[in-house]
Every structure is written in C-alpha cells, then in structure tokens.
C-alpha cells in the first residue's frame, strides 16, 4: 500500500511554524503557532470548524504568499507577447491577440490589486498584513508581507545568513535594506534595486527577483544568488495547493514528470514504459487494498510512434461478473483517492502540502483511512482543512501516528472574534485515552468550538411558498 511512495523524490524540506494574519478577509487579527511540543514543526495539522468559519481562509492565507510570488511573471509574458518575442506557434489554434487578452484579464485579476480587493477585511480601515514563520532544512526563517488598499508598503525577509538567521530583505516606502550577502555580485544588486525603484508596490521583492532570474542565463544567476537564498527560493515555489478548485504544485518532482502527476490520462514518451507500468502495479495494489469490489487497476495503452497514450481501467466485482470500468465513470469519492495521492505522496517526499475540504467527497472513514496510510510516513508537513470529525478517532492510535497536538479548531471569542486554538489550547493535558472526536462534540470546553444552532427553527412558511 505504500511502494507507490518510493517514486518520489524528496527535495529541500520547508514547513511552516506560525502565521499571523492582520485584516486578512475574516481575521481581524489572529497568530497561529504550528510548532510541535517537541519537534520545531507539525508534520500533520488539521483545521476544524463550522461551514463558514474560516477554514478555506486560511488555505488562502498560505496560497497568497504564492500568488504574489507570480504577479512580474504575467508582466513579463504580457511584455514578451507586446515586444513579439512570445509568438504562438504558426498551427496553434491561440491566436497572438487572443493571449494577449487572456495576459490581460489574468493581469488584471492576478495582480497585487486584486489580491487586495479579494482578501482585506471588508469595512477595514487598517492595513492587511501576513506574517509566516518557516523552517527550511532546520534552518528558522520568517517573511511579511503588508498593505494598504492599493500596493505593496512593506516587506520583510529573514533566512539563514552564513550560520545565523539575519535580515535579507526589508522595503517600506521610505528605505529599500538588502543584505549584500544574499547576492554574489555589486552588479546584480545594483540591478535589484533599480528594479525595485521601479516596480516594487506593485509586485513584491520576491516576484522582482523571481522574474529577473528568468531574464537571465543560468551561469550568471548560480553565480550572482547565494546557496541559503536559492533553497528559500526553490521551497517557497515547491509548495503544492489543493484549494477550492485550484491544484497547484509549483516546481514540485511530480512536475518532472507528466505521468506521475496525471495519474488517470495522459501521453509520456515511450521511455517512460517501465515507469508506467510500475505506476500501474502500485496502483493496483493501493485500490485493491482500499476497496472491495476493485480486483484489479490498469492501463489501456496506445502506442503512437515515440508516444504513448494511456487510460486508467478500474476491473470491479459486480454480483457474478467482472466488468472493465474506465476510471472517470467512477463515482467523485473513489475519484477524489486518486487526485489527492499525487499531493499526498508530495507531503510524504518532504514537501509542505495545503489542502482545503479534504476528503469531502469520500465516505468518513474513507478519508480516516487514507490520512492514516500516509501520516507515520510524512517527511513534509500536510496542513488540511476538513470536516471530517472520523479522523479524531484515530488519535493516540499507535497505528495512525497522528499526534492529537495536530488538532485546530476555528471558533468565536466572547467579543464573538475569531479565533483559532489547537486543542493544547484548550486542554492543558493530552490524554493517551481521550477520544477527541467524543470531547469535541460533547465536552464544554470545545462548545465555543462548535457549531450552535436555535432549537425553534420553523421553515413551514418558506415550505408554503413552494406549494403556491
């Protein structure tokens, strides 16, 4: 059940430790501390909470710091597209003027003063502000990114410099600070900063240097980028989202291959024959073991000169015959197993790995048992937003390796504030007996925790209107 693991490889290793969101869409003002009791990170983190509550605002909240990473990359392409140095081939059926107005309206709503208007706390007068703590191959880091109802007007990086943490970047709007030691040559910080003069407010340092990276020749940037920086790079971009709708895996190993992150359909090139074919036999092995009536996992394979195009077959079990079941016939719980292992064997390769409404098309104990085959195995860190109250059984479960400290919970203060409490929060002592699923649901000190509703809630009247 789990050798499909072994065809990933694991890369820099980054976990966050705390966020800290100031006027962030529902968060007024919230700090979230994700480190563990005895390691410096939480391999596993699980957001509880009613619909509504705040649960796909925080996956937001980390998929944010990705989106204004990419904001000069769109300038850029629109740019290429405007001088015709990005010209679609001559069979393409994207026309030049259609892309530019696809280059456009993603500009538009991809920019930094989108990202503004889609996340600042409606009515708020105050600046939106996020804060994450991180740690990359043990090294602790920190980066903030702050703004007002238009721009970018503060910016503050911290990493690993030589041996100790230390400040890499800081702009407001009155200074620009870089550390001379993050770059290798006067002549690539000179240029920085005139890029910055330029362009920072509305694109952050990061997606400047990002995109002056992919201005430049290979040789010049692994000469002119220090080691420290160039791993906080590469693992701020190797983060995976899987969030409402939208499934990123920026810079991740499965990219390297079409094959491993298109499980279901695809083309590869034949050289990738033995390697879908074990991906098949693991496959095989995986659903075979997770359901019943699934006898065996295949590929249809269709060989077309240097290609081959391939098809996921489920052969099921139905009364007294075995029929041969094209995977997308099959129903969105067994096909949501499928789209998350791709992320889930990401988590396991040492990636960190966001994903909102985990396991909500699948039966509970489904999504319970698919956590559990993964969790003891995770060298990344794996932060989910569910509903799923199954999976608090499977704490202190010796079998499961899920620590109950990985348990958030959205709630409302007295000031009826939001706020966000792991369960050492709320119990001082974590019992190896407790099941939290049952504390959850009926103890008091979780009634802040959980959904309330009025005991007379009449809906006969907007039933008549029906009847007329």
């Not at 649960?55 to 937001?60: D, G, N, S, V, W």
């Not at 499977?394 to 203060?413: Q, S, W």
Request: aromatic fraction near 10%; hydrophobic fraction near 35%.
């Amino acid at each position: 059940k789990t050798g499909i693991m072994l065809l990933y490889i694991r890369r820099e290793a980054y976990m966050f430790t705390e966020i800290h969101l100031k006027n962030f869409k529902l968060y007024r003002d919230v700090r979230i501390d994700l480190r563990s009791r005895k390691l410096p990170y939480k391999p596993i983190i699980m957001f509880y909470g009613e619909s509504g509550s705040g649960k796909t605002t925080i996956a937001q909240a980390f998929y944010t710091l990705q989106r204004t990473m990419k904001t000069m990359e769109l300038k850029g392409m629109l740019k290429d597209l405007l001088d015709k140095k990005l010209v679609p081939p001559e069979d393409s059926l994207v026309k030049p003027e259609a892309l530019l107005s696809f280059l456009k309206t993603s500009l538009e709503n991809d920019g930094i003063e989108s990202i503004i208007r889609e996340s600042k706390t409606i009515g708020s007068d105050e600046n939106m502000s996020l804060e994450y703590e991180f740690v990359i191959d043990g090294k602790p880091g920190s980066y903030l990114i702050e703004m007002d109802d238009s721009c970018i007007i503060r910016e503050r990086l911290e990493y690993c410099i030589n041996k100790n943490r230390g400040c890499y970047v800081e702009i407001d709007e009155d200074h620009t600070y870089i550390n001379e030691k993050i770059f290798e040559t006067k002549e690539f910080i000179d240029d920085m900063n005139e890029q910055i003069e330029m362009y920072w407010g509305k694109h952050s340092f990061l997606s400047i240097l990002l995109y002056q990276m992919s201005e430049k020749a290979d040789t010049y940037i692994n000469s002119s980028i220090s080691m420290n920086l160039m791993n906080l790079l590469i693992a701020f971009q190797n983060i995976a989202y899987d969030i409402s709708g939208v499934a990123i895996k920026n810079g991740s190993s499965i990219e390297d291959s079409k094959l491993l992150s298109n499980l279901e359909k695809g083309e590869v090139s034949k050289a990738e024959k033995s390697k879908l074919q074990r991906v098949e036999e693991l496959l095989s092995d995986f659903f075979t073991s997770m359901f019943k009536d699934v006898k065996k996992v295949y590929y249809e394979i269709d060989e077309q000169k240097n290609k081959l195009k391939y098809r996921l077959f489920f052969t099921k079990q139905i009364g007294d015959y075995r029929y041969n079941i094209p995977f997308g016939k099959e129903s969105r719980g067994t096909r949501e197993v499928l789209n998350l292992l791709p992320f889930l064997m990401e988590a396991v390769s040492g990636k960190t790995v966001i994903i909102d409404e985990f396991g909500i098309g699948m039966h509970d104990l489904l999504a319970a048992k698919l956590l559990e085959i993964v969790a003891g195995q995770i060298e990344g860190q794996l932060i989910i937003m569910t509903h799923n109250t199954m999976i608090m059984d499977r704490m202190n479960d010796e079998h499961t390796k899920i620590n109950p400290e990985a348990l958030y919970f959205i709630g409302r203060d007295q000031e009826n504030k939001k706020v966000v409490q792991c369960v050492t929060d709320i119990e001082a002592r974590l019992h190896p007996n407790y099941n939290y699923r049952n504390r959850y649901i009926t103890n008091p000190l979780y009634k802040e925790m959980r959904p309330e509703f009025t005991d007379n809630i009449d809906v006969s009247e907007l039933a008549a209107l029906y009847k007329a």
